[in-house]
């Protein structure tokens, strides 16, 4: 299983006509269900969120929220908050070296 930060296809994208974006994140660090919950909760919790999902299986988070309250790397620090990590792609060369880092080391607990 590759979780590499060259497959994390996150995208940040403004829905037309709505006054908010949405960020699909893969999640790193995730064991069972109650992590994702926990991880999902956070979120939600989160200024400027309007919704949050976590989904376990697919290890991907995708958050509703405002770009003028909070940002994808605001989000990625709740995520770290609750000790799990979010793919964040085309962040500069530093964020993409820490998430090959985050990627590597889960790859490195299931071997």
């Known amino acids: 299983m590759s979780t590499g930060a060259a497959d994390a296809t ?12 949405v960020l699909d994140a893969p999640v790193v ?3 069972c269900a109650a992590c994702a919950a926990r991880i999902e ?7 400027g969120v309007s919704g949050a999902g976590v989904n376990f299986a697919t290890a991907r988070a995708t958050v509703r ?11 990625r620090e709740v995520v770290r908050g609750r000790g799990y990590d979010a793919l964040l792609p085309d962040a500069g060369i530093g964020a993409k070296a820490a998430d090959a880092e985050a990627a590597d080391r889960e790859d ?4």
Do not use: F, I, Q, W
Not at 41 to 47: E, F, R, S, T, V
Not at 108 to 111: D, S
């Open 10 to 21: 996150t995208t940040t994208s403004l829905r037309p006509g709505a006054d908010s974006s």
């Open 29 to 31: 660090g995730m064991h």
């Open 41 to 47: 909760n956070a979120l939600a919790k989160a200024p």
């Open 65 to 75: 929220y405002d770009p003028e309250v909070t940002n994808p790397e605001e989000l």
């Open 108 to 111: 490195a607990e299931y071997k």
